[in-house]
């Protein structure tokens, strides 16, 4: 008996450690690693131990804290007027059922809204009544930790389903709805992002999240925000008796509201849901699951539910959608670092097509690496359970029909035919040779890039063409490529005449980059942009690099043993150091950039810019700060040192002024730095 209790006390200390990882990158960081569905699993086990082991429960167990803690500071913090409570969950019909006659038992009465519950994030919108007669938006607050949000009304005016204006006779209103982006607007946004070279979003509910709270409302405005109102939170009399007919109100009003559903009986409330189920696959927006809400307002508060909880309320969550699918084929890629890559390709057995899926296609899933194909028993011919991770990542789970022989990655790279190399720590396979064509590709791509040299017009096709058409076998050719002139024109690989002397121009012109760029661009493992930079302050020369010992690495701040290793070995190889020496005697700038205007004049200050200034944009004026030793941030708080403050300076200015924290107009600040 005691070791049982043991055992589960282990199993519940891991579980409360798990729940609280997972809580901190929903809530804070807003890059969940599990689907909402796994991670309501482990908070209904958590439960289950609790209710059955009381005296585990302690006061900051996950199950009595509402959600994150609201830990950014990238904006001024609001006090909601009505709590914003999370919904109890469950996960059966039979749960749905026996809350419906719980509550009939309660009030014979009552009636019930069933209605879309999606992955969105909440906004709660306040309006009053100004002098023209109607309601105008006066705060959009986030949801935060449910007690205190974040004010993002700047942002919340430049979406066009949040309504500024209300021709309502009510003096005072305050609306609660889901913010949320279309698959479509997701997609648009990571394309642009996989274009530029930049991050991708995991998923809509992130670049939500991200977006809403952006601090410049014209990138808000850029991505197509949507919202739809699903409470009324405080409101007259009139709004409150019925919840369907308020939202009805509001709807006639002009106001974007959620799909709803009136009820009266449990097998309605279930039809409901199954008919909201069926739309999955048809809305532009990740379902999460259906709310059940008691329609009178006023009875809404008789139904104990847990103090986190709102009352009068539960969401039924659908499990994930789940397909079988056949294996064809495992797809193999050589990246720039030489790492390869395993991909499954398969289909739809029922349909021969592939698989449908929260609404969208799915022929392709990631297969990690030989430990998981292993264990995956993964194979051509073998049937598996997709289902998609957060609705976004295509995932297998588990095998339900084992193919004949399981897939063995071959001991030669696909592409050059070296010996590939199991490293040791990690499951993954390499394909060690500098030479590698597939690795010369990309990482020629990766040089060319925004990021580093920024050569325009040197993308990953072009890149291609001259490494197949011999061109190009490092970095370095791309300065020779000028001695071919004549020859690609005449073969056209660029384009004619005036776009070879284009592209040529261009490469000529990025020698002079500064070579935090060049450092950048060669792929060092572990070295990205602003390891390069914060290199490079501590040298005048990029060729210094070759004489830095290991221990030389590890004096420069941020920077730890396996980076360290890497520059070491980097600025050691002969060849690495060939074609380096080509790119200097080419031409290249090696010297850092020293800039002459640089101070330390406002070294140890923080400093933040508001509202237009006279001449300076608000960029200028943050590179301004940085470059005098400063540091230029986006919130008030009792750490910022000056305010630059500019006209219609909005609540930054009034935080300053509440904090007792100086002020300073544009001619100050540039008499400071003069
Ligand atoms: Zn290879």
Avoid at 295 to 320: E, N
């Amino acid at each position: 008996m005691e070791t049982d209790k043991t055992e589960i006390k282990k199993e519940y200390d891991e579980l409360v450690k798990t729940i609280k990882h997972h809580m901190d990158l929903y809530y804070n960081q807003d890059e969940p690693e599990i689907s909402d569905y796994e991670y309501d699993m482990l908070m209904q086990r958590l439960k289950e131990i609790e209710k059955a082991n009381p005296d585990f429960v302690m006061p900051d167990s996950p199950s009595k804290i509402v959600g994150g803690t609201a830990k950014r500071e990238a904006g001024v913090k609001i006090t909601h007027n009505v709590p914003m409570l999370s919904i109890e969950d469950v996960f059966t019909k039979e749960a749905v059922t026996e809350w419906v006659d719980k509550v009939h038992a309660l009030h014979p009465e009552a009636d019930f809204s069933a209605e879309i519950k999606i992955d969105g994030l909440s906004m709660t919108l306040r309006y009053s009544k100004k002098d023209d007669g109607k309601l105008h938006l006066d705060l959009a607050e986030t949801r935060g930790d449910g007690l205190i949000g974040e004010d993002v009304t700047a942002n919340a005016l430049v979406i066009p389903d949040v309504k500024k204006v209300l021709d309502l006779p009510y003096d005072y209103l305050e609306l609660r709805g889901e913010v949320y982006m279309s698959h479509e607007d997701f997609e648009k946004f990571n394309e642009q992002q996989e274009k530029a070279g930049k991050k991708t979003a995991a998923n809509p509910r992130n670049l939500a999240a991200g977006t809403l709270r952006q601090l410049d409302p014209e990138i808000t405005r850029s991505r197509g925000l949507k919202m739809f109102i699903f409470n009324i939170q405080d409101g007259p009399a009139e709004l409150m008796e019925s919840h369907c007919g308020a939202l009805d109100i509001l709807s006639d009003a002009g106001v974007p509201v959620v799909v709803h559903r009136f009820c009266k009986t449990a097998e309605e409330v279930l039809a409901a849901i199954d008919e909201i189920g069926s739309m999955r696959d048809e809305l532009s927006f990740d379902l999460d699951g259906a709310v059940i809400k008691v329609d009178q307002v006023s009875l809404r508060d008789d139904f104990p539910a847990g103090s986190k909880y709102s009352s009068g309320h539960i969401a039924y969550k659908y499990p994930p959608e789940e397909r079988i699918i056949e294996m064809d084929d495992i797809l193999i890629d050589v990246g720039r670092t030489g790492k390869l890559t395993f991909t499954g390709s398969f289909h739809d057995p029922e349909t021969g097509k592939p698989a449908r899926l929260c609404g969208t296609s799915v022929s392709r899933a990631t297969l990690h690496n030989q430990d998981y194909i292993n264990e995956m028993k993964i194979g051509i011919g073998g049937h598996y359970k997709l289902f998609k991770s957060g609705e976004i990542i295509p995932k297998l789970n588990g095998c339900v029909k084992e193919p004949a022989v399981v897939y063995k990655a071959p001991d030669f790279c696909p592409v050059c035919g070296s010996p590939l190399i199991r490293e040791e720590d990690t499951a993954d396979i390499r394909c060690i040779n500098p030479t590698c064509p597939a690795q010369v590709t990309r990482t020629i791509a990766y040089f060319t890039s925004r990021d580093a040299m920024n050569i325009i017009g040197l993308g990953d096709t072009l890149v291609d063409a001259l490494v197949n058409e011999g061109y190009l076998h490092s970095y370095a050719d791309i300065y020779s490529l000028k001695e071919y002139r004549a020859e690609l024109i005449e073969k056209g690989i660029i384009g004619k005449e005036k776009n070879t002397d284009k592209l040529l121009g261009e490469i000529e012109n990025s020698k002079n980059n500064d070579p935090v760029r060049l450092l950048t661009g060669l792929a060092i493992r572990n070295v990205g942009k602003s390891t390069a930079r914060e290199i490079m302050k501590h040298f005048d020369d990029l060729m210094d690099l070759t004489k830095v010992t290991k221990d030389g690495f590890l004096q420069i701040p941020d920077i730890g043993e396996t980076t360290a290793s890497d520059l070491y070995e980097f600025f050691h190889e002969e060849q690495n150091l060939e074609i380096l020496g080509r790119m200097k005697d080419a031409g290249l700038n090696m010297k850092a950039v020293k800039d002459e205007d640089a101070s330390d004049k406002l070294s140890g200050m923080t400093i933040v810019v508001t509202g237009t200034l006279p001449s300076l944009g608000r960029k200028e004026a943050e590179e301004l700060i940085v470059k005098n030793g400063g540091k230029a941030s986006g919130s008030v708080s009792k750490k910022t040192s000056l305010v630059l403050a500019g006209e219609a300076a909005g609540s930054k200015l009034t935080k300053a002024n509440e904090l007792g924290i100086k002020v300073i107009s544009e001619a100050e600040f540039l008499e400071m730095i003069k």
